[in-house]
């Protein structure tokens, strides 16, 4: 048997293993089987990660640090990115199985997001205010004086993390921390601890300040609530389910924690009669079968007009029907595996629910038979109502549901008939309905004739449950900071 690779968390700047000594097994999901052991820590290591974030934050060194000098640590980490991407590419497709070549496409993009942030964190500056006129009410004088506005890091961060994307949602969360001089304790995926390890690897590298940046990892999720929940916490970043994401709002009220939470989605992705079918194809493909449907912004509704629904379905099945499904380290598979059992025993119940409702699975509809590990069938499901299961939750596999509609109207009545409003698009070659019905979808993201673009300068997050702020662009940076009033009489 090959050993496990062996990781410890990374708590002011030291290596250590959990205060209880216990360990768990992170699945590798192409073989069914683990390849890497990590701390099982608990909530005494959480308070000493969350200990050693706030004396690095109300240290001398940190607090009073220039933002140049916090821009040369990003640029440092970057470039320590750039050169050790490739590895991290290929340690986090052993973990979560995504597809190599995205990966790699993934850790370049990890550290322009990193020069990005390095050039923002100079440019954090506030307003000066006209000062208020005396007013002229005998007896109350109001000083004449000057108001000025700072923006401060919000303090201490946690970064709560899922395993569909775990390194580059990290780096989505520690670039703009870090910009705006935040300290952070990161708590990674129970399935996916790995990589945020190994950016702790490269923060350590880079001369990061002890106690700047923390990683504390376990298979319990308790460890993420005591986390969430620390009084010494300031603020939660948190990336993943909704449900998760309500009972982190929840405990952040004891302290009145600021969160972002970035959150499940139920996009729909509207064809309409006059769309370009490959082009709607290629785009439906991309919004639900890329990293094997398992992105929050998955286009798992596909709404497609009554004149083009026939030959649509047909020319998509076709397609997913010749996708390369096999290991992910191969530069040729389109489709890897579920990245985990849990998800992959709820996807393969949600296939179940689909015929039980009275939906017709045209292509796809189960496992792989053929490949070991946690593999299902690109799927696409005709005869789909909104109000059936598979059109109201998030699958978080390969499954696209589609609807037929009449007109625009209706498309758009049903694509906002969701309690999610993450994602969105748009197929059709009119450029007036292009820009129409993208303003009205409920969401935070709209794609026209494409799907699943993204880029750290632009924000990203959701409208209704899929979310409370925005990752990404100066909106992105708002999230870690406070702003604060500064007044002087000039008289
Ligand atoms: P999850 O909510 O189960 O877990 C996410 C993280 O929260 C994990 O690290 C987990 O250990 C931790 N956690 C669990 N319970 C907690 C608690 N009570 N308090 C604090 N932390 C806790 O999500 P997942 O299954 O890992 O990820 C999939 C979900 O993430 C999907 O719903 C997907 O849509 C969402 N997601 C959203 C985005 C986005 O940007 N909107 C991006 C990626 C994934």
């Given amino acids: 048997m090959t050993e496990l690779r ?22 590798n999901p192409t073989l069914g089987a683990p390849w890497a ?22 240290s001398a060194e940190w607090r009073c640090s220039l933002p140049q000098y916090r821009a040369r640590l990003l640029r440092r980490l970057a470039a320590l990115v750039e050169e050790h991407g490739p590895e991290i590419a290929e340690i986090e497709t052993q973990d979560n199985g995504k597809l190599i070549m995205e990966q790699r496409l993934q850790w370049v993009l990890a550290a322009e997001l990193l020069y990005y942030w390095a050039g923002m964190a100079d440019k954090i500056d506030g307003r000066s205010i006209a000062a208020p006129l005396p007013l002229p009410v005998k007896g109350l004088p109001i000083p004449e004086s000057f108001v000025y506005t700072r923006r401060e890091p919000v303090g201490v961060v946690a970064a709560v993390t899922p395993w569909n994307s775990p390194g580059g949602q990290l780096l989505y969360k520690f670039g703009p921390a870090i910009a705006a001089g935040c300290t952070i304790v990161a708590k990674p995926s129970e399935h996916t601890p790995a990589s945020t390890l190994e950016i702790a690897r490269l923060v350590d590298k880079a001369g990061f300040p002890a106690g700047v940046f923390n990683v504390v990892t376990s298979q319990d999720r308790e460890t993420g609530a005591a986390l969430a929940s620390h009084p ?7 990336t993943g389910s909704t449900a998760t994401g309500k009972s982190i709002v929840r405990a952040a009220a004891d302290n009145m924690k ?53 030959a649509f379905v047909a020319a998509l099945a076709e397609a997913a029907e010749r996708m390369i499904i096999g290991d992910p380290m191969d530069a040729e598979t389109q489709m890897g595996p579920i990245s985990n059992r849990p998800n992959y025993e709820k996807v393969i119940g ?101 799907y699943r673009l993204v880029t750290h300068m632009a924000p990203f997050g959701g409208y209704k449950e899929s979310g409370w702020g925005r990752e990404g662009g100066p909106e992105g940076l708002d999230a870690f900071l406070e702003t604060k009033a500064v007044w002087t009489p000039v008289e």
């Fill in 6 to 27: 062996a990781y410890q968390q990374y708590i002011d700047g030291q290596w250590a293993d959990a205060v209880s000594g216990s360990t768990f097994e992170s699945e």
């Fill in 37 to 58: 052991i990590a701390p099982d820590s608990g909530a005494e290591d959480i308070d000493l990660a969350v200990a050693a974030a706030r004396r690095a934050f109300d």
């Fill in 232 to 238: 010494d916490v300031d603020k939660v970043s948190f």
């Fill in 258 to 310: 600021r969160v972002t939470c970035e959150l499940g989605g139920k996009s729909a992705s509207l064809v309409f009669d006059d769309a370009d079918i490959p082009t709607a194809v290629k785009g439906v493909m991309a919004g639900i079968f890329a990293a094997t449907g398992q992105t929050c912004m998955a286009g798992s509704r596909v709404l497609a007009q009554e004149g083009i629904h026939d």
């Fill in 350 to 450: 949600y296939l179940a629910s689909a015929e039980d409702e009275g939906a017709t699975i045209v292509c796809g509809g189960g496992p792989h038979e053929q490949l070991g590990g946690y593999y299902v069938r690109p799927t696409v499901i005709t005869n789909v109502d909104n109000a059936m299961r598979i059109a109201r939750e998030e699958i978080f596999g390969p499954v696209a549901s589609i609807i037929r509609f009449r007109d625009e109207e209706e498309a758009i009545a049903i694509a906002n008939d969701t309690q999610y409003g993450l994602g969105g698009a748009v197929f059709t070659q009119s450029i007036p309905r292009a820009h129409r019905v993208a303003h009205r979808l409920r969401a935070g993201s709209v794609w026209i004739n494409t």
